[in-house]
């Protein structure tokens, strides 16, 4: 009953014509659409439709939340499941937008078990139960770019499943199992050199140190940079990039990306490591793992 009525309801919203003022105003702010190969784009425009109409959008700290900003935000987070289907989504249920970086009370417990209470800022967020908190002015900032950092696609990685797939390595299919053991072999052994080199204190190309917090947070940022600059993931982490194109099923290394726009100024690598730092503290509580 409830797949029926899913597929009626899509059918109907599918059937109305694509709103302008959302293509202007994805075509102006998301440097992501003018990569993704023109063959994709009506499957990419009918998935961000199915994710605005699914999702409760909940405006926050006096931000007037449109449809064109919502569909902004959709437009980034459908590029994650072009290759698989937009379901994978399902369970995510809520958007909350803040116009700028909102401050939130937090309590966190380090490993010595340590429980501290504090107020700190933030620019998004996703928790295990199916929200996404994002700050509107990071989603802009980010979106105008192609520099392999982008919050949108950090947070909704956060709500897929890689992890969870190279955990049920033993369920499903015997090609789906050894497909699982492969990755689990590949995604671990990248996330164990990349944490050696960060430790070393050496930068490491196409990855954002953050990475180097846990599987999950390597995941989000491998994720940002794999959509963002395939081809120089490719070039520095083969390994890594082929784990990913086999999950996205994409190949983003192979796009034409378009020319940078001229936008805000692009945040220093100090303030995303500021960003990310804070991140990380919420990180044992909150985030899928
Ligand atoms: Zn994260």
């Known amino acids: 009953m409830f797949r029926w ?16 003022d959302w293509l202007e105003l994805i075509e102006g702010e998301v440097a992501l659409w003018g990569a993704v190969p023109e063959s994709e784009r009506p499957r990419l425009m009918d998935d961000l439709r199915l994710f605005v109409a699914e999702r409760s959008w909940e405006p926050c700290g006096g931000i007037t939340l449109t449809p064109p900003m919502c569909a902004v935000i959709a437009a980034q ?81 956060h709500q897929l499943d890689l992890l969870d797939a190279i955990g049920e390595a033993t369920l499903g299919s015997a090609e789906r199992r050894a497909a699982n ?16 080199e ?12 953050y990475g180097a917090e846990d599987e999950a947070e390597f995941f989000a940022v491998a994720t940002e940079s794999f959509f963002e600059r395939g081809a120089y993931l490719r070039e520095h982490h083969p390994e890594l990039y082929q784990v990913l194109s086999e999950y996205y099923n994409q190949d983003p290394a192979s796009w034409t990306l378009p020319r940078p726009k001229p936008g805000r100024p692009a945040e220093t690598g100090r303030e995303r490591r500021r960003r990310r730092r804070e991140e990380a503290r919420r990180r044992a509580k909150r985030h899928k793992a």
């Open 198 to 209: 960060v430790d070393r204190g050496r930068r490491v190309k196409a990855l954002d140190e």
């Open 181 to 196: 053991r492969r990755w689990m072999a590949s995604f671990l052994e990248a996330h164990e050199r990349f944490v050696d």
């Open 5 to 20: 009525w899913r597929r009626r309801r899509r059918a109907r919203i599918l059937a109305a014509p694509f709103p302008e």
């Open 77 to 157: 987070a459908c590029v994650l499941t072009l290759g698989r289907s937009v379901d994978a989504f399902d369970h995510v249920r809520s958007i909350l937008v803040y116009p700028t970086a909102y401050r939130a009370p937090d309590v966190w417990e380090d490993e010595a078990g340590v429980v501290t209470e504090e107020v700190d800022e933030r620019e998004g967020e996703a928790w295990e139960w199916g929200t996404v908190v994002l700050s509107w002015q990071q989603v802009i900032a980010d979106a105008r770019n192609l520099h392999g950092r982008n919050l949108v696609l950090h947070e909704l990685a």
